[in-house]
C-alpha cells in the first residue's frame, strides 16, 4: 500500500486542522493505521492509531482530547483532526499503516509510511 499525507501548513496557536492520508495499492480498512510525528531534533512520536477493522482506537499522551483519528474506507483514505493547537505540535506528520491487527505505537510496528506533512504552529 501506498500512502500520501497532505493538509499540513502554518496555523495560529488554538487553530484546529485536519490532516489527511491517502491511500492506494489496496484497501486500508484490513490494515492498522497511524499517525507519528517528527519535531527537528526529536525522535519520531507516536499521535493516534486505530487498529484494523477499526475496532480500537489508541492516542499519545500528550493529545489529552484535542486530536482525533477517523478512517473513511469508501475514499481508501485516514484523517487526523487536530484541535487546540499549541506551538509544540509543530512537527513533520507521518501516517503509516500496518497489515498487523496488534499494531500499536511503536514505529517498527509499521512498515509502509507516506511521506509526511509539515505542520507549523505559531504562537
Known amino acids: 500500500v501506498q500512502l500520501q499525507a497532505s493538509g499540513g501548513g502554518l496555523v495560529q496557536a488554538g487553530d484546529p486542522l485536519r490532516l489527511s492520508c491517502a491511500a492506494s495499492?489496496?484497501?486500508?480498512?484490513?490494515?492498522?493505521m497511524a499517525w507519528f510525528r517528527q519535531a527537528p531534533g526529536k525522535e519520531r512520536e507516536f499521535v493516534a492509531s486505530?487498529?484494523?477493522?477499526?475496532?480500537?482506537?489508541f492516542y499519545g499522551g500528550f493529545v489529552k482530547g484535542r486530536f482525533t483519528i477517523s478512517r473513511d474506507n469508501a475514499k481508501n483514505t485516514v484523517h487526523l483532526q487536530m484541535n487546540s493547537l499549541k506551538p509544540e505540535d509543530s512537527a513533520v506528520y507521518y501516517c503509516?499503516?500496518?497489515?498487523?491487527?496488534?499494531?500499536?505505537?511503536?514505529?517498527?510496528?509499521?512498515?509502509?509510511w507516506g511521506q509526511g506533512t509539515l505542520v507549523t504552529v505559531s504562537s
Open positions: 503509516a499503516a500496518s497489515e498487523s491487527n496488534k499494531a500499536r505505537s511503536r514505529t517498527y510496528d509499521y512498515r509502509y
Open positions: 486505530f487498529s484494523a477493522r477499526g475496532e480500537r482506537t
Open positions: 495499492g489496496d484497501t486500508i480498512s484490513e490494515y492498522s
